[in-house]
């Protein structure tokens, strides 16, 4: 199976939902965390788990993977390099309708996970569709510094702008929001001017509804 060169991008909500790791080294280590940070309910199986895996998730069980397991989950992710248990996985999780993906193993994916950069709210993501994570790595290495802190206080003050004009019974939706984060807005949030950005926001939309 060769992943098609365009792909459907969705954020999952993955808190309180069951989630399996196949797999508990170098590239578990590497995909628990996120996992977890989602509030995922994380179970690892594997031969062998390390310590810096083990200690984040819900369950451990050091044992082989067993068929038909996957269905029993919501998502399910393979670490593993050893092929036969990735298509084992694949297969059982395609037969019960569960998302998979396997590292660095496309044939045996029904999902891609992209590079990404977070900053509290903010989520940005690279993706090759599988073809080059090179790339998608690469270009998360170089946009990373620039999505700073300073992103995330400027999510939350135009949220809280948002929900003060619906609670008022308005529509935000008419709002000029583009405008304002074109008034330098941020460049005012990066210098420590927060009242005079809050301002900024206020002005802007305020012309934009009369």
């Known amino acids: ?5 365009t792909l459907y991008p969705v954020n999952l909500v993955l808190e309180g939902r069951p989630v399996l790791v196949v797999g508990g080294g170098r590239v578990a280590a590497q995909k628990v965390p996120e996992l977890v940070r989602c509030g995922a309910v994380v179970r690892v199986v594997a031969l062998s788990v390390r310590s810096d895996v083990a200690e984040q998730v819900a369950s451990v069980e050091e044992r082989p993977y067993r068929s038909g397991e996957a269905a029993d989950y919501h998502l399910v992710v393979t670490t593993t ?6 298509r084992q996985v694949h297969e059982d999780a395609e037969a019960a309708g569960v ?7 496309p044939a045996n994916c029904s999902f891609t996970l992209p ?21 998608a790595t690469w270009l998360r290495r170089r946009f990373t510094e620039e999505f700073g802190p300073e992103y995330a206080t400027l999510i939350e003050i135009l949220a809280a702008e948002r929900d003060r004009i619906r609670a008022g019974g308005e529509s935000s939706e008419d709002r000029d929001w583009q405008s304002a984060l074109d008034s330098g807005m941020l ?5 420590g001017r927060l009242a005079e950005a809050k301002e900024r926001l206020a002005a ?7």
């Open 81 to 86: 390099d050893d092929p036969a248990v990735n």
């Open 1 to 5: 199976m060769t992943l098609p060169e």
């Open 187 to 191: 460049e005012m949030i990066r210098e």
């Open 115 to 135: 590079s990404r950069v977070r900053q509290g709210p903010l989520l940005v993501t690279f993706s090759t569709a599988g073809r080059s994570p090179a790339i």
């Open 99 to 105: 998302l998979v993906n396997s590292a660095d193993d």
């Open 204 to 210: 802007c939309l305020s012309s934009s509804s009369d």
